[in-house]
């Protein structure tokens, strides 16, 4: 079960997505206990990278209303696979640093045409990874990577303390989306203020998190968080 505070935050994240539809090429609904078992593998997978593979839920086409309500006036209709359905279960895949993490192991691979379907098989439709202390802003490898998705790719940006050798660094281009409630703070050495969602198991003292869905042309796909039926928050 999703925790409150991820409850919450994903309430004031569909509100921005409602306000800001018009800057997106189409929108990907997940529900939020899926989004809170990814959260929970990157906690205990910190300081790693973890790429995480969706597929649609097919049985499950967005309920009445919703694209209406959230599509804007630049919508493209079958721009990826999977457009129109709620994203079904999610599978860990890979954990790793950032230059190994968008491989896919082989046992995950069929071992036909991979030449043809890059790095990670084409194994899913749709892939998340983390980023670790650091922006849900796409790399250069993350944009190479995104080439052989079928559907969307996103992105789960974690800021935490103490950072370690990648210290966080806010000064990135690009369209950022905050995750956060930021109910208490903290004081870092530096003298920052920063909120605190809690404590992961790895010991990381948890300030922040961030998601974006994108396709792999570059447009930015509206990300909405729903229920288990696919309801928005």
């Given at each position: ?42 906690f205990t997978s910190l300081p790693d990278e973890i790429l995480v593979g ?20 630049d919508f493209q209709a079958g721009l990826f696979a999977g457009q129109g ?149």
């Open positions: 079960m999703a925790h409150d505070w991820l409850v919450r935050a994903a309430s004031t994240y569909n509100m921005h997505s409602l306000e800001a539809k018009d800057d997106y090429a189409a929108i990907l609904l997940m529900p939020v206990e899926t989004l809170s078992e990814i959260i929970g593998w990157t969706i597929d649609p839920d097919v049985s499950l086409p967005h309920p009445d209303g919703v694209d209406m309500r959230f599509t804007g006036e359905y709620v994203l079904g279960n999610p599978h860990l895949v890979n954990r790793g640093d950032s230059f190994s993490v968008h491989h896919v192991p082989e046992e995950w691979i069929d071992g036909i045409f991979t030449e043809e379907r890059g790095s990670r098989g084409g194994r899913f439709t749709h892939w998340i990874h983390s980023h670790p202390n650091a922006v849900a802003v796409p790399s250069e490898a993350d944009a190479d990577a995104a080439q052989w998705t079928d559907g969307c790719d996103m992105i789960l940006g974690v800021r935490y303390s103490p950072e370690g050798l990648l210290p966080w660094f806010d000064e990135v281009g690009g369209t950022r989306r905050g995750l956060s409630p930021g109910e208490r703070p903290v004081t870092l050495d530096r003298g920052d203020h920063l909120p605190v969602i809690g404590r992961a198991a790895t010991g990381h003292t948890i300030h922040g998190l961030e998601v974006i869905a994108f396709h792999r042309s570059g447009l930015g796909i509206n990300l909405i968080l729903t229920d288990s039926e696919g309801v928005p928050l």
